[in-house]
């Protein structure tokens, strides 16, 4: 058994019944994230994927993280390709009513990781430079997109204990996810499983010098984040992705009777200085 299959009861839905087929770990994650007003996101969207709001309030994400171990199952690591900084804007969106990342963007500093993200899972990565340094506990994490000067610059580091997300937590709905949703550029929308053990959350803090990952979307993000969390990681497996969307209308996760999508407490949002 993998070690991100150790803990499974934490999931809104069973772990699929077929194998997964690819692992890697997320080290060093920032999470920022932004309280946006749900108008600036779902135009972006494309048909199918719904946008998820918590009390009326939806959430962009830029995570900046080190992506290590990458390897197809029963294989080892892929030489040249199984360790490399990414770093991605995200949002929370629903499916047939299953919960899931949907990623505007991912940057990515090796091209052959690059290839295959667009190539296998259809998501819209990027080529860009990217510099990470790590002094004790704080990383410095700059990324410039190759065409287009498009990136983040930033200095990330916890600044708390480690401790699990409470399940009906506002951190829990942002971080737990299970699926990421990607389109075709033919049109063809599928959902990839994922799996890892709950994250382990610290509270951080962080310094942005630039972020313009917005910009394409006409999407600003100057002032601070709402909420700034970083993980020390997880290990994870993925499975293959599968079409979804073609006008079913559960709202029903695979296996579960529901996943209380949006029917948790209204959220706090605490402001931190960057």
């Known amino acids: 058994m993998h070690r991100a299959l150790r803990t499974t009861e934490h999931r809104p839905w069973p772990i699929p019944d077929r194998p997964w087929t690819w692992r890697q770990r997320w080290d060093h994650l920032l999470f920022a994230h932004w309280a946006v007003e749900p108008e600036s996101l779902g ?9 998820q709001t918590r009390d009326g309030v939806a959430w962009l994400a830029v995570v900046p ?4 171990r990458l390897a197809i199952r029963g294989l080892p690591p892929v030489p040249g390709l199984n360790t ?23 940057d990515a500093s090796n091209p052959l990781a690059v290839w295959a993200a667009n190539t296998v899972f259809k998501l819209p990565y990027y080529r860009a430079r990217v510099d990470v340094r790590r002094e004790g506990e704080a990383l410095d994490f700059r990324s410039v ?8 610059d930033v200095t990330y580091r916890p600044s708390g204990p480690t401790a699990l997300a409470p399940r009906d937590s506002l951190e829990a709905w942002l971080t737990e996810r299970y699926a990421v949703y990607a389109r075709s550029p033919g049109g063809v929308l599928t959902r990839t499983e994922v799996h890892h053990e ?37 290990d994870v497996v993925l499975w293959p992705g599968r079409r979804v969307g073609r006008g079913r209308s559960s709202a029903q996760a695979p296996g579960t009777p529901s996943v209380g999508v949006g029917t948790s407490a209204q959220p706090r949002v605490e402001r931190h200085s960057s």
Request: charge should be negative.
């Open 198 to 234: 709950p994250w382990p959350l610290q509270p951080a803090e962080a310094e942005f010098r630039s972020l313009n990952l917005g910009e394409p979307f006409g999407i600003e993000l100057h002032r601070p984040p709402d909420l700034l969390h970083y993980s020390r990681g997880v």
């Open 43 to 51: 135009p972006h969207l494309p048909p199918g994927v719904e946008l």
């Open 145 to 152: 997109r190759r065409r287009g000067g498009v990136g983040c």
């Open 84 to 106: 490399f900084p990414e770093l991605n804007l995200r949002t929370y969106v629903e499916v047939d009513g299953v919960p899931g990342v949907w990623f505007f963007s991912l």
């Open 65 to 68: 993280f080190v992506l290590s």
